[in-house]
T-cell receptor, first 110, second 116 residues
Framework: AQSVSQHNHHVILSEAASLELGCNYSYGGTVNLFWYVQYPGQHLQLLLKYFSGDPLVKGIKGFEAEFIKSKFSFNLRKPSVQWSDTAEYFCAANDYKLSFGAGTTVTVRA | DTAVSQTPKYLVTQMGNDKSIKCEQNLGHDTMYWYKQDSKKFLKIMFSYNNKELIINETVPNRFSPKSPDKAHLNLHINSLELGDSAVYFC???????????????FGPGTRLLVL
């Protein structure tokens, strides 16, 4: 099964700052990659996913992620964050089961 | 019009009790899952059912028993609840099929279990 690591445990930003969250996965074969977001007290929502094709994936709410196969990475980015982006962000990789990273808490200060 | 629903949303109970959590999906998916999210927000899969058949059974105490009466439902029964069972339990569903190409999982709202 996959091992997924997220580089940052807690990120604190001001509104309008750019955000980048790192994610690395362990398996070099065919793998599906996901970013989920969990707003305070809510369930996980899919931000974006990569199965194949264009390695730059655009998701909801202005998020995008880049799949770099040679680096086993799938980093999440947003050019300008808003206060409402305060949430927990999870990277996940799926070979035969979905394995999650430990999550990154993002706090956006107004 | 909820895609994946769970009941109850909150569950507070005493140690030693037996409780059940129910999950239903109306997405037409063929696979359902239970995840446990601990106090540090770490998410780990517990079980997965495909077409009512158990396909993933992680290292989970025998006190946890999933049951899938049909493709749209996956329940979780927990016997002899312990303090360490306190967590948020999420149900999820996906369509796996043969090609495994559309295997995006959609999550329910979670059940917050507190064992006293």
């Amino acid at each position: 099964a996959q091992s997924v690591s997220q580089h940052n445990h807690h990120v604190i930003l001001s509104e309008a700052a750019s955000l980048e969250l790192g994610c690395n996965y362990s398996y070099g074969g065919t793998v599906n990659l996901f970013w989920y977001v969990q707003y305070p007290g809510q369930h996980l929502q899919l931000l974006l996913k990569y199965f194949s094709g264009d390695p730059l994936v655009k998701g909801i709410k202005g998020f995008e992620a880049e799949f770099i196969k040679s680096k086993f990475s799938f980093n999440l980015r947003k050019p300008s964050v808003q206060w409402s982006d305060t949430a927990e962000y999870f990277c996940a990789a799926n070979d035969y089961k979905l394995s999650f990273g430990a999550g990154t808490t993002v706090t956006v200060r107004a | 019009d909820t895609a994946v629903s769970q009941t109850p949303k909150y569950l507070v109970t005493q140690m030693g009790n037996d409780k059940s959590i129910k999950c239903e999906q109306n997405l037409g998916h063929d696979t359902m899952y239970w995840y446990k999210q601990d106090s540090k927000k770490f998410l780990k899969i517990m079980f997965s059912y495909n077409n009512k058949e158990l396909i993933i059974n992680e290292t989970v105490p025998n006190r946890f028993s999933p049951k899938s009466p049909d493709k749209a439902h996956l329940n979780l029964h927990i016997n002899s609840l312990e303090l360490g069972d306190s967590a948020v339990y999420f149900c999820a569903s996906s369509y796996v099929g043969i090609q495994r190409e559309s295997e995006t999982q959609y999550f329910g709202p979670g059940t917050r279990l507190l064992v006293l």
